[in-house]
């Protein structure tokens, strides 16, 4: 039972590069988030989808798109990086309301 | 709006010097308020779900409270590997989401 996966651990992109961050859990939650966490702002919410084939914006969804492609999976998209989007990225799926967290997947845009 | 305020931003504690960590909300229908710990470079890891006021809970050298306006993570005899930020979160009964404080950094120095 390997929890909440998230996979690069790291990535450096130049502005306007795309990538896919992808996350996966194996405790058949219905709901997964994903997240970004900066210095000072504590953690804020990008995307989440409740169940398999929904997604709704979070509180900072600009610059980003998501795709809930099975239970298990949910990917981040960036289309064209920005240096805001500097960050780290943390995926999460939700039990009854208890959120499982992955190790996060540090980016850097330059 | 759900609101959770954390307070000191940062506490450093000597080896076996008890203290307490706060957490403040304003949501409209508490379903539940969470603790979590994270070490730097790591997604937070579940403490504690608390459901309603004059709930408690503990876990080793932990322990979490709760009121109607606040919640407490008490720590007893802490030693350095309890190092680590603490965060709270909140999901009130409108939300589709947890909100997040911003942390507690806590050091604890041998």
């Known amino acids: 039972n390997a929890g909440v996966t998230q996979t690069p651990k790291f990535q450096v992109l130049k502005t306007g590069q795309s990538m896919t961050l992808q996350c996966a859990q194996d405790m058949n939650h219905n709901s997964m988030y994903w997240y970004r966490q900066d210095p000072g702002m504590g953690l804020r919410l990008i995307y989440y989808?409740?169940?398999?084939?929904?997604?709704d914006k979070g509180e900072v969804p600009n610059g980003y798109n998501v795709s809930r492609l099975n239970k298990r999976e949910f990917s981040l998209r960036l289309e064209s990086a920005a240096p805001s989007q500097t960050s780290v990225y943390f995926c999460a799926s939700t039990g009854v309301y208890e959120q499982y967290f992955g190790p996060g997947t540090r980016l850097t845009v330059t | 709006e759900d609101q959770v305020t954390q307070s000191p931003e940062a506490l450093r504690l000597q080896e076996g010097e008890s203290s307490s960590l706060n957490c403040s909300y304003t949501?409209?229908?508490?379903?539940?308020l969470f603790w979590y710990r994270q070490d730097p470079g790591k997604g937070p890891e579940f403490l504690f779900t608390l459901y309603s006021a004059g709930e408690e809970k503990e876990k080793e050298r932990l322990k979490a409270t709760l009121t109607k306006k606040e919640s407490f993570l008490h720590i007893t005899a802490p030693k350095p590997e309890d190092s680590a930020t603490y965060l709270c979160?909140?999901?009130?009964?409108?939300?589709?989401?947890?909100?997040f404080g911003s942390g507690t950094q806590l050091t604890v120095l041998p």
């Open positions: 949501v409209s229908g508490l379903r539940g």
């Open positions: 979160a909140v999901w009130g009964g409108s939300a589709r989401q947890l909100t």
């Open positions: 989808s409740a169940s398999e084939g929904t997604t």
